[in-house]
């Protein structure tokens, strides 16, 4: 990863970014940067919107809790996300803020909550899942927000999936002893494949839903080894390991 300014404080905006654009900043952001960071005029603050590269700007104080920010030069070009779908059935709510930000640093291009028969809850908040995916990518230096994909059933999410996307089954009862193997067997590394990852609730899938998703064309199970990880837990682990052997981690 290239050398990047982590001192600088980073905020995501919605508006179009080019020079000399100048961002008033909401109550909430200038309050955050004035007062709680005590930034002063002129101090630097990177923003992105996702769409047209991170910029350094120049805070602008227009009152004790108001201020704007004036866009000087962009400092990194805009990068497409990556080609990678994260499904996962959702958590309690303090668990899901963490699954959301996790997935975002790992570098899921598309999140999407699946309904199983063994979810925990079938309603989701979306502005507050879309609020943590900013969040991580606001402390993590990443560019791109991933889209949130509507929650489906599972059934519905898998005819959804493009038939050469590659989906990697997390299943706790998959016989595969050597996962990076199965990985590297499943996909050629070296083209880097679109990809999909699939996490299940706390409880497991049931029996009908594991022969659904095994009869899936282009699908690997996988077991992430000899213990029972929480769902959270899996989510981080199988989205490195697919990185790392099928992803931008190489």
């Known amino acids: 990863m290239p050398a990047y300014d982590f001192k600088a404080p980073r905020l995501f905006v919605e508006k179009p970014l080019a020079v000399g654009t100048v961002l008033p900043l909401e109550r909430a952001q200038a309050n955050y940067l004035i007062n709680v960071l005590r930034r002063g005029e002129d101090d630097p603050v990177l923003v992105f ?9 120049s805070l602008v104080a227009t009152g004790r809790k108001d201020g704007e920010l004036r ?3 962009q400092t990194r070009p805009q990068h497409p996300a990556a080609d ?6 959702p958590l309690k709510s303090a668990r899901l803020d963490y699954l959301a930000q996790k997935a975002v640093e790992m570098g899921a291009g598309t999140i999407r909550p699946v309904l199983t028969r063994f979810t925990q809850g079938d309603r989701i908040n979306m502005d507050r899942l879309k609020a943590n995916t900013i969040e991580a990518a606001e402390q993590c230096g990443i560019l791109a927000i991933p889209e949130l994909a509507p929650p489906l059933r599972l059934a519905e999410a898998l005819t959804t999936l493009d038939p050469g996307r590659l989906l990697v089954f ?23 494949p679109p990809l999909a990852v699939l996490v299940g609730p706390e409880g497991g899938f049931s029996e009908e839903e594991r022969v659904a998703v095994r009869a899936r064309p282009n699908t690997v199970a996988l077991s992430l080894g000899p213990r029972i990880l929480r769902a959270d837990t899996a989510a981080v682990a199988v989205l490195a390991l697919v990185q790392a052997v099928l992803g931008d981690g190489r």
């Open 49 to 57: 919107n996702g769409r047209d590269g991170e910029w350094h700007a």
């Open 71 to 73: 866009l000087v030069k």
């Open 84 to 89: 990678l779908h994260y499904l996962f059935a």
């Open 170 to 192: 997390c299943d706790e009862d998959a016989p595969i002893s050597d996962p990076v193997r199965a990985l590297s067997e499943a996909a050629d590394p070296a083209r880097r």
